[in-house]
Structure formats: structure tokens, C-alpha cells
């Protein structure tokens, strides 16, 4: 399996499953609509008679040995060698947990999944006690495992801040004892943010995620407050001095971006603008009924708001002004393992989400479904049968995965997406996937102007 799409002047050929990306002259490039998963030793007569036309003949015998020359060296039209590994999966350890520490948020965003922060169960902050036996859970079914991440996660985290540290002290105070090592991440809206919480987010939180979606305008139409106001002018100097006094440690400004601000590499440069250069922006794939969601008729003018944003980011970079925007990073030289490749997501096998009543679901994305409950860690139950599910949902359980050129990419794709809006986690989401594969094509095209 191949794609072939050209982009700023360059021809691109990406083979699926060898994980090969070619450049490719005019001639080669277009040989490839004549050829069909394989490369003859003799060009077919119906290639020769259409080249013949636009090329000379050493140019056609050029390019078909090098066609050729790529075929027999496993990387064109190369044979997928990795389904036979997608049913020994199963039993993995839990590496990782997201703790809802707050189902409770201080802003009202229109967009909001968490259905405004209590994700329909009613406002409530996560007890000490849940979190306490949330880090025991983790490190049960860890088994091995020696690094172990936890993600707090709300509503809005700092609403239970006190709790959020109680349970840094708890596994810290443990973790040599079972030969652990944690690492842990925040998200917050920033408006609780004060400089004593700053220094110890920045002490003891390996990544933090920091959500503001973009200029003023665009952030306080939907990211508001309980009363309706904007939290631009109030978040923004506090997401700056976090940042500034950061040092060598992960973050990331995490935006959204809606039919309302298609025009969103303005705001990515705004981030810039306001010192933050680890960046990611978000689409809002909702209900197509909602008026600032993404629907099919806006990804022309997205693809092509992504075509401008890879050029800003060539530009910049060549000026040495680069910033990191993480919706374009693909690694062409290694890539990442197998079970990466064939099970991106790890949700409901290696990763979990506990709520503050301690329920245990696949994700944050699927708190509030009680038909994807696994368990509660207050009781001990925990269903296996539905670990291994998800441990066997991949590229090759999905039927519009497996034939897909950029399933080695996405892996998949999101599993809470395709159950909410396709209701089923082996239906691939087609607008997001969509979406997924021009990101795809222009990060590769980054690289390809990079290269020069």
C-alpha cells in the first residue's frame, strides 16, 4: 500500500507498511498510477504508451528502474508485516492513570466535553482517600513497571489542589519501597493559578498543560466564567511567569480551535507572541448541530489553514525562530514500536482514568458513561475482560483502519471519539480522521523544506 499527493512543489510517495517516505521525480512519481501493489520486471504496456508522450525513453527507463530498485528492497509496496502481531497483546501492566481530582471547573466552556466540568455526575472534589487508593491500584497492576505517570485531571485540578499534593506526598513517600518512579502532569485553566502554586507545579509536575485558546477575542468567546466574563487578561500573565520560571521542564499551551476562528495559525502565533513555543491546537469535532463545531464543509478551509501554518513554521525556523506545534511531529527516521503503531491509544489497557468517587473508566473521555464503568477502586473490582478488549482493539480490529495509508500514524485514532460520535470504538471517526492525514502531509512536507 502507497500515497502519493504533492505538496509546495514537492512529490511525495509514502509506503504504508515499510514506513518508507520517497521524493520522487515527475516521472516515477507518475508511474505509480499505472502500477498496482507490485512493481513487474517489465513496465506494463499501457505505462509505456502514456509516457512515451511526456518523457524521453532513458528518462522512462530511469525512472521504472527506480522504481523497480525500491520494490525488491522492501520499500514499495511493501508487505504488512505486523497484523500477525495484533492478537498478543493482552495482559499488559497499567502504566499510567488519570485522576479527575476536581469534577468541578470555574469556567463554563461552550465546547466543553466534561459537560462544563462535572461530566454530568454532579460537582464534586476527589477525597484524599480515593486518591490515596488510586495510587495503590496503579501500583498493583503495574506489575514491572518501573515509571509510572499520573495525570491530574478535572474540571479544573487546582480546585483541589491541597488534595493534588496530598497525593504527590503519598506516592512519593512510597514509590522506592515497590521500586516506582512517578511522574506527574497537570492541566488547568490557569485562573487559580498563584505564585506559590507556580513553584510548586514547576517543582514537582513533569508536564503541565496549560489551556487558553488563542487571542482575547477568540479565547473569551466560549472559555468563560461561572458569571459569562472572559479569562484572557487574568490567565495569561499567570501561564506566562509559570512558563518563564519553568526551567528545562515539559509544557505546553493546549488550544482549541472552532468554525468560529478557522484562521487559527493567527492565534498559534499569538501564543508565540506571548513567549510560549511548545504549542498544540485542538479541533472541536462535535455534534455538527452545535454552530462553532467542525463539520465536513470546513476542512477545505482547514486543510488549507494547515498548508499555512506549515509554511509559517518552515519560515520561522530558517530564521532560527522555531516553535514546536505537536500536532506536526512525526518521526520518519525510527518511529515508534510495534504495539505504538498498531494500538496508539492505550486507553482501558495501560492507561486508566479514576473519578472522585473512585470509578474506573478507559479515559477521561468516557467518564460519565456508566456502560464503560470497569470497575471502582473503593470496592476492588476491576473487569478484566474489558482491559483485554481494549488491549485488542487496533488498526487491524478497525475495518476503515486497516486499508488506511496513515494507520501507522494515527494508530487508530481516538477510541472515546469513535464510540461518541460513531458509537462504536471500532468505527473510525471520518472527519477526524480526515483531519489526521492532512496533519500528516504537511508535517512530512516540513521536514522534506527543512531538509534543504
Not at 498496482?36 to 521504472?64: F, H, R, W
Not at 468554525?259 to 495559525?265: A, P, Q, V
Not at 500528516?440 to 512536507?445: F, K, N, S
Request: net charge negative.
Amino acid at each position: 500500500m502507497i500515497h502519493k499527493y504533492s505538496l509546495n512543489g514537492y512529490r511525495f510517495v509514502l509506503d504504508t507498511n515499510s514506513g518508507a517516505v520517497h521524493l520522487f521525480e515527475a516521472a516515477p512519481y507518475e508511474m505509480l498510477d499505472y502500477l498496482d501493489d507490485s512493481v513487474p520486471d517489465c513496465p506494463p504496456d499501457k505505462l509505456i504508451a502514456e509516457m512515451k508522450g511526456k518523457y524521453d525513453e532513458n528518462t522512462i527507463q530511469e525512472a521504472y528502474e527506480e522504481l523497480k530498485e525500491l520494490y525488491h528492497e522492501g520499500l514499495l509496496f511493501s508487505a504488512d508485516e505486523y497484523e500477525q502481531f495484533a492478537g498478543m497483546m493482552k495482559n499488559a501492566p497499567i502504566k499510567s492513570m488519570c485522576l479527575n481530582i476536581a469534577h468541578d471547573c470555574n469556567l463554563r466552556c461552550e465546547y466543553c466535553f466534561a459537560a462544563k466540568g462535572d461530566f454530568g455526575r454532579g460537582r464534586m472534589l476527589m477525597p484524599f482517600e480515593v486518591g490515596k487508593k488510586a495510587i495503590d491500584f496503579l501500583i498493583e497492576n503495574s506489575k514491572g513497571r518501573h515509571n509510572l505517570e499520573v495525570d491530574f485531571f478535572g474540571g479544573e485540578p487546582l480546585m483541589n489542589f491541597d488534595v493534588v499534593k496530598q497525593v504527590v506526598d503519598y506516592a512519593r513517600s512510597i514509590e522506592k519501597q515497590h521500586n516506582k518512579n512517578f511522574r506527574f502532569t497537570i492541566t488547568t485553566n490557569g485562573l487559580l493559578l498563584s505564585d506559590d502554586k507556580i513553584d510548586y507545579i514547576n517543582r514537582e509536575m513533569s508536564n503541565c498543560v496549560l489551556s487558553l485558546d488563542g487571542r482575547k477575542s477568540v479565547n473569551d468567546r466560549l472559555r468563560v466564567r461561572v458569571d459569562g466574563s472572559g479569562c484572557y487578561d487574568t490567565v495569561v500573565p499567570k501561564f506566562q511567569k509559570l512558563v518563564a520560571t519553568r526551567g528545562d521542564k515539559d509544557y505546553y499551551v493546549r488550544g482549541t480551535f472552532t468554525k468560529h476562528n478557522l484562521d487559527f495559525t493567527n492565534d498559534i502565533l499569538h501564543y508565540v507572541d506571548l513567549g510560549f513555543d511548545q504549542i498544540s491546537m485542538e479541533p472541536v469535532v462535535s455534534d455538527p448541530k452545535l454552530d462553532y463545531s467542525i463539520d465536513e464543509g470546513d476542512l477545505p478551509r482547514v486543510f488549507e489553514e494547515y498548508e499555512h501554518l506549515a509554511n509559517v513554521i518552515i519560515e520561522r525556523k530558517k530564521q532560527g525562530k522555531g516553535f514546536n506545534f505537536f500536532h506536526f511531529n512525526v518521526d520518519l527516521q525510527q518511529g515508534p514500536c510495534a504495539i505504538k503503531r498498531l494500538r496508539g491509544c492505550s486507553c482501558g489497557n495501560e492507561y486508566v482514568c479514576v473519578t472522585p468517587e473512585g470509578d474506573i473508566f478507559p479515559c477521561h473521555q468516557f467518564v460519565g458513561d456508566d456502560s464503560w464503568k470497569m470497575g471502582n477502586i473503593l470496592d476492588g473490582s476491576f473487569d478484566m475482560e474489558k482491559k483485554n478488549e481494549f488491549a485488542l482493539t487496533n488498526i487491524y480490529s478497525k475495518p476503515d483502519c486497516k486499508n488506511c495509508w496513515a494507520k501507522f500514524y494515527c494508530s487508530g485514532g481516538c477510541n472515546a471519539n469513535n464510540w461518541q460520535y460513531e458509537k462504536d470504538v471500532h468505527k473510525a471517526h471520518e472527519i477526524s480522521c480526515k483531519l489526521e492525514k492532512k496533519r500528516v502531509e504537511c508535517a512530512i512536507m516540513i521536514q522534506a523544506a527543512l531538509a534543504e
